[in-house]
């Protein structure tokens, strides 16, 4: 994995907006997005204040044999295939179910019945695309 794809998910990861991020290590917004992009590599200092900023070692940040394990949340906002859009839009569905059910007052059988709710949803709507795919042919 590489050092900008390294970047991006630590950023996230750790709760920063990029442009606040670049702030706290003294680089420009756009400094930040060249290394995220790839176009450029950050100086010794700036990669160092980056690693101490990000919990992490230089070594994990430059080296691409080493390579971050992805949350599950994760796989699905960097590694999905939908529109970014639809994404992030999935990662704040994400944010928001982990929150109910983190509330205590939110009981085990509400949360079956909810995730109950989920799963026929998806099913539904896998069945109404196979429908439609087999009405295609």
Do not use: H, Q, W
């Amino acid at each position: 994995m590489e050092l900008k794809d390294k970047l991006e998910i630590l950023i996230k990861r750790n709760g920063y907006k990029k442009t606040d991020f670049a702030c706290a290590v003294s680089i420009t917004y756009r400094a930040l997005a060249n290394y995220i992009s790839g176009a450029r590599t950050p100086r010794a200092k700036t990669l160092s204040d980056m690693a101490t900023l990000l919990g992490v070692s230089e070594e994990l940040l430059t080296d691409d044999n080493v390579d971050i394990v992805l949350t599950g949340s994760e796989k699905l906002y960097f590694g999905g295939e939908s529109p970014e859009s639809v994404r992030e839009n999935a990662d704040g569905a994400l944010k928001s179910v982990e929150s109910l059910l983190k509330n205590p007052e939110f009981t085990d059988n509400d949360k079956t019945a909810f995730f109950n709710c989920i799963a026929e949803v998806y099913f539904a709507e896998k069945a109404k695309k196979i429908t439609s795919e087999i009405k295609n042919t």
